[in-house]
């Protein structure tokens, strides 16, 4: 059997594929720069388990109080090598990335402080956080005060108004790296680098936090290397590796680290309590395969865009541009191309592929939201995945795979399904 005989029997058509070959002739040398990207960070992550001492113990369970678990205090000493930083939390009790998120805050915010975000309106499951939209414990409830700076139009940052909303209550700085459910651009470290520079070049003690949602391993530094002193994701996303099956990583300053122990266990406890329950052997591994795992996720992305645009898509980023994070935005025009989009993905799944995804409520999000993930751990968004709210411009966010061959195929399947429903027409390969 060739190629395009696998394809075919994977439900893509001979003109589909002939167009996607064509797209990826012109992305070997990006694509080479990807892989020599996953090298250096391998090298990171393989220094830092040898440098913790990793051995066979570390992969032992523990119960109860947890007390004296190896393999979970060096997991973290690993985690605060890799991101260069004094300490790290990276517990299976950290449910997702908003838990982590709001332990880091919560723990970081007192009573009569005040929260900035100067990149506009942060992810939608933290404004309830927040309080932006009113919730029972919400950071609002306990007296804690949001101020935002938007961005400017061009997606750069709005330094005047930054400077003029840093004031004596100003005690945290929140940064998101990746856009989210936005369309707008996502940032470099070197960026976040900048505006953490000018933010502490105002207000000196100000604690800066960046949400890494999306970020890990698509950059040679973390934004904990360019004066973060809190830098936060899920282990269900990139650093995870597609093998841990829950958790939140939280690495930093040890003083900042410190509080979101005592936040997340209690005062006086902190990080000396905590089981492990026997997963560790997943965190350990999919840390040490999050590398090639993003590169293959990253490599899908830009073949989405490249696929995409040629056809008259507006994608964010674009085809031809740097990538800072592994999502890519399509913006398919209607819920028609979302739920098409969205169709092909799913069909294309080692799991549940015999589903077809339907817009639903989500708790934390305001719109409906439709969500295509056939994946081995339930709402993992490093496996192949796409999703998006159901409101202009009708985006759909596109992320993960755990291998660049499936990427591929996932995207060439919701090609096939938009071609098939008549909303988008290849054209034909000379
Ligand atoms: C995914 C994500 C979150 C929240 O993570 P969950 O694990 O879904 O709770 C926060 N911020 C950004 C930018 C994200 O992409």
Same mark, same amino acid.
């Given at each position: $059997? ?23 002739? =012109? ?10 990207m =996953? ?12 440098d913790?001492?990793? *051995?066979?113990?570390c ?28 300490a790290a ?16 805050l ?6 009569? *402080? ?29 007296? &804690? ?38 369309t ?11 505006l ?8 000196? *003690? &100000?604690?800066? $936090?960046v949400?890494?949602?999306?970020g890990?391993?698509?950059e ?13 994701g899920s282990l ?16 930093g300053?040890?003083?900042?680290v ?14 000396e ?13 999919g840390?040490?395969? =999050? ?5 293959? =996720?990253?490599k ?5 865009a490249?696929?995409?645009?040629r056809?008259?898509?507006r994608?964010?980023?674009g ?18 191309? $979302?739920?098409?989009f ?28 439709? $969500? ?18 159901i ?11 755990l ?22 027409e290849?054209?034909?390969? &000379?």
């Amino acid at each position: $059997m060739n190629l395009l005989q696998t394809y075919e029997a994977n439900g893509v058509s001979c003109p589909v594929y002939e167009y996607g070959e064509s797209v990826l002739d =012109a992305l070997r040398d990006r694509f080479d720069a990807i892989d020599r990207m =996953a090298e250096l960070n391998q090298g990171k992550v393989i220094r830092a388990m040898q440098d913790a001492r990793v *051995d066979a113990a570390c992969f032992a369970a523990t119960t109860g109080y947890g007390y004296d678990d190896v393999g979970r205090d060096r997991l973290e000493e690993v985690y605060a090598s890799v991101f260069g930083t004094e300490a790290a939390l990276v517990r299976p009790q950290i449910t997702c990335g908003t838990h982590a998120l709001t332990v880091a805050l919560s723990a970081n915010l007192l009573p009569g *402080d005040e929260l900035l975000s100067p990149v506009g309106l942060p992810y939608d499951t933290l404004q309830e956080v927040i309080g932006i939209r009113p919730s029972p414990c919400s950071l609002a409830e306990y007296g &804690v005060r949001y101020r935002q700076v938007d961005l400017l139009p061009d997606g750069g940052f709005d330094y005047p108004a930054i400077r003029a909303a840093i004031h004596e209550k100003t005690k945290l700085i929140t940064i998101q790296r990746s856009k989210g459910y936005a369309t707008r651009p996502s940032f470099s470290v070197a960026q976040i680098g900048e505006l953490i520079s000018f933010c502490k070049g105002v207000k000196p *003690d &100000v604690l800066v $936090m960046v949400d890494n949602c999306y970020g890990e391993f698509v950059e040679e530094l973390e934004p904990s290397q360019v004066g973060a002193d809190l830098c936060i994701g899920s282990l269900i996303k990139n650093p995870g590796g597609g093998l841990a099956p829950i958790g939140g990583y939280i690495v930093g300053t040890k003083a900042c680290v410190e509080r979101c122990a005592y936040r997340l266990s209690a005062p006086g406890l902190g990080q000396e309590v905590g089981a492990n329950l026997g997963i560790l052997p997943s965190f350990y591994q999919g840390l040490f395969l =999050a590398p090639t795992v993003v590169a293959g =996720a990253l490599k899908g992305a830009i073949f989405a865009a490249c696929l995409y645009e040629r056809l008259g898509f507006r994608v964010v980023p674009g085809g031809a541009e740097e990538r800072h994070d592994i999502i890519q935005a399509v913006e398919l025009g209607s819920e028609a191309g $979302m739920r098409a989009f969205c169709k092909g993905i799913q069909a294309a799944a080692p799991v549940d592929s015999y589903v077809e995804p339907i817009p639903w409520a989500m708790p934390g999000y305001d719109d409906e939201v439709i $969500m295509a993930a056939g994946a081995f751990v339930q709402g993992s968004s490093i496996e192949l995945s796409a999703d998006g709210p159901i409101r202009p411009p009708y985006a759909v966010y596109f992320q993960g795979g755990l291998t660049w061959y499936h990427a591929k195929l996932g995207i060439l399947r919701s090609l096939q399904s938009m071609v098939d429903a008549g909303l988008t027409e290849v054209p034909t390969v &000379v």
